[in-house]
């Protein structure tokens, strides 16, 4: 297990409400990165967050926004949610260094309904 | 545009088979590239990251290739185990952007008793 958490496990909202994810990354990794995975698809880059900026981004709507907190840790916020927005959504920590690579926390599922 | 694709979607294998999982990608340059295991509901382990300078990776019964001038990677799997059913995807991460990484659809794999 990597020592990436994520919360919560599950969540169901209604179309149009806003939801908050959140993701704690391991210890030592300065750098966050959310990926959304629709069921029977791969994971698809939603944007990264390295010292509280945002460090990158995927073709995501505005809706979909997030924040890095000095302790590294982080949030997902997607607004005006829509049925399309049901998905496993995954955060990953990582560092700038090196191989780059990162460990992967163990997912939140969002049911949009 | 970096477009990464695996084949087959689906295997199903007798226990104790060897085999191979197939990954391309479309643009050859790349930082490294990496394969996870993904067991159904949950977050991804990472099994073998290759750097584009590297040729081959292993780890136990796992062993995973690049050849980066033709777009391919290929895991290969010796002596399967029915532990070893689950969806193995594969991810580049491009040279251009190294906070990101871009995945195929994943082959779920089956290893029956």
């Known amino acids: 297990e990597t020592g990436v958490t994520q919360s919560p496990t599950h969540l169901i909202k209604t179309r149009g409400q806003q939801v908050t994810l959140r993701c704690s990354s391991q210890s030592g990794h300065n750098t966050v990165s959310w990926y959304q995975q629709a069921l029977g698809q791969g994971p698809q880059f939603i944007f990264q967050y390295y010292r509280e900026e945002e460090n990158g981004r995927g073709n995501f709507p505005p809706r979909f926004s997030g924040l890095q907190f000095p302790n590294y840790s982080s949030e997902l916020n997607v607004n005006a949610l829509e049925l399309d927005d049901s998905a496993l959504y995954l955060c990953?920590?990582?560092?700038?260094?090196?191989?780059?690579?990162?460990?992967f926390g163990p997912g939140t599922r969002l049911t949009v309904t | 545009k970096q477009e990464v694709t695996q084949i087959p979607a689906a295997l199903s294998v007798p226990e104790g088979e060897n085999l191979v999982l197939n990954c391309s990608f479309t643009d050859s340059a790349i930082y490294n590239l990496q394969w996870f295991r993904q067991d159904p509901g949950k977050g991804l382990t990472s099994l073998l990251l290759?750097?584009?300078?590297?040729r081959e990776q292993t780890s136990g019964r796992l062993n995973a290739s690049l050849d980066k001038s033709s777009g391919r990677s290929t895991l290969y799997i010796a002596a399967s185990q029915p532990g070893d059913s689950a969806t193995y995807l594969c991810?580049?991460?491009?040279?251009?952007?190294?906070?990101?990484?871009?995945f195929g659809q994943g082959t779920t794999l089956q290893v029956k008793p």
């Open positions: 290759i750097q584009s300078s590297q």
């Open positions: 991810a580049v991460r491009p040279r251009s952007n190294t906070g990101k990484l871009i």
């Open positions: 990953a920590s990582s560092t700038q260094q090196g191989a780059y690579e990162q460990y």
